[in-house]
């Protein structure tokens, strides 16, 4: 079975640019998760999604950080301005349902100059 | 909220040695906890889980072993190969509402052949 896939796998930009990552889950999975993981830590959930609905962004900075899943199945984050502090990887993961175990991509690692 | 404390930071271990990686977590609701291991450049990977009505499980050389009472929960990795080399992660979820994942800092593995 096909992994989560992410790209781009890496982005440079300037701080106050926006940036975009996409993610397509495994298939036939409801669940899909975005991890902001900075360097030296392990991941911090940002947004949970439910088919196409939103069931946790309490630690998504909502003031320059947004995601989508339209469709329930890919999804996209945005940064808009970018801040250095938003230097990081940003992963997501997919899980069939919530409560089953979380499946990650290999990231995109953003770099703010 | 839930805070999981992971150690040790970093561990060095010869070919064929057991390696064990501690972690604690805070809320006693927490009942399931995954263990990820993270390679270079690649996303983390889930290698074991256990939940909160068993003690310990075993996979090959992994074993997880849990103790509700003083919260917290292990790693074991016996025989350990050079490809172990990589950073491990614990997690700690409550099984309630929607499984929201806390990570721990990580513990970065090198066995040296």
């Known amino acids: 079975e096909a992994g989560v896939a992410q790209s781009p796998r890496y982005k440079i930009i300037e701080k106050r640019q926006s940036v975009a990552f996409w993610c397509n889950p495994i298939?036939?999975?409801?669940?899909l998760y975005w991890y902001q993981q900075i360097l030296g830590q392990g991941p911090k959930l940002l947004i949970q999604f439910q088919n196409n609905g939103v069931v946790d962004d309490s630690q998504l900075p909502k003031d320059r950080f947004s995601a989508e899943r339209l469709k329930g199945v890919d999804s996209t984050l945005k940064i808009q301005p970018a801040k250095l502090e938003d230097s990081a990887v940003y992963l997501c993961a997919s899980s069939l349902g919530d409560r089953q175990p979380q499946h990650f991509g290999d990231g995109t690692r953003l770099s703010i100059l | 909220g839930e805070n999981v404390e992971q150690h040790p930071s970093t561990l060095s271990v010869q070919e064929g040695d057991s390696a064990v990686i501690k972690c604690t977590y805070s809320?006693?609701?927490?009942?399931?906890f995954p263990w990820y291991k993270q390679e270079l450049g690649k996303g983390p990977q889930l290698i074991i889980d256990?939940?909160?009505?068993?003690g310990e499980k075993k996979d090959q050389r992994i074993a997880v072993t849990l103790n509700k009472t003083a919260k917290h929960f292990s790693l074991h990795i016996t025989e350990t190969q050079p490809e172990d080399s990589a950073v491990y992660f614990c997690a700690a979820s409550k099984d309630t509402g929607f499984q929201k994942l806390v990570f721990g800092t990580g513990t970065r593995l090198l066995v040296s052949p």
């Open positions: 298939s036939g999975h409801a669940t």
């Open positions: 256990i939940r909160s009505n068993v």
């Open positions: 809320d006693s609701a927490s009942n399931y």
